[in-house]
Nanobody, 115 residues
Framework: QVQLVESGGGSVQTGGSLRLSCTVSGFTFSSYYINWVRQAPGKGLEWLSS????????YYADSIKGRFTASVDNAKSTVYLQLNSLRSEDTALYYC????????RGQGTQVTVSS
C-alpha cells in the first residue's frame, strides 16, 4: 500500500522560503513520478509539479515556475519541493501525490505566507 508523508510546512513572511519533504513507501520508488499539489482556502486542488524518481524529468505549473524547485533523494525515498520568493497567494495545504489530480495523496503540510 502506497503511503506518502509530507512535512516541512510553516509560517513565513512574503519573500521567504521553505523546503517541503515527501517520504514515500509501499511501492517501487525508482520507477514512479511523484507530484506536488496544493489546495488554497476555498479552492480546489492545483497541480504544481511532477518529478520522476530518477530526477531527470521535472515539470512545473506556470504559476510556480522559476520560484519552486522539485528534487529527489532516492536513497531516502524522499521528494522535496523548495519554495522560494513566497507570496500570500501561495498560502495553502501542500500535498504530494501519485497522480496529477491528487486523488491519492498524503495528509498534507500547511504553508502560510503573510506580509
Amino acid at each position: 500500500q502506497v503511503q506518502l508523508v509530507e512535512s516541512g510546512g510553516g509560517s513565513v513572511q512574503t519573500g521567504g522560503s521553505l523546503r517541503l519533504s515527501c517520504t514515500v513507501s509501499g511501492f517501487t520508488f525508482s520507477s514512479y513520478y511523484i507530484n506536488w499539489v496544493r489546495q488554497a482556502p476555498g479552492k480546489g486542488l492545483e497541480w504544481l509539479s511532477s518529478i520522476h524518481s530518477d530526477g531527470k524529468n521535472t515539470y512545473y505549473a506556470d504559476s510556480i515556475k522559476g520560484r519552486f524547485t522539485a528534487s529527489v533523494d532516492n536513497a531516502k525515498s524522499t521528494v522535496y519541493l523548495q519554495l522560494n520568493s513566497l507570496r500570500s497567494e501561495d498560502t495553502a495545504l501542500y500535498y504530494c501525490a501519485t497522480d496529477r489530480s491528487g486523488s491519492h495523496r498524503g495528509q498534507g503540510t500547511q504553508v502560510t505566507v503573510s506580509s
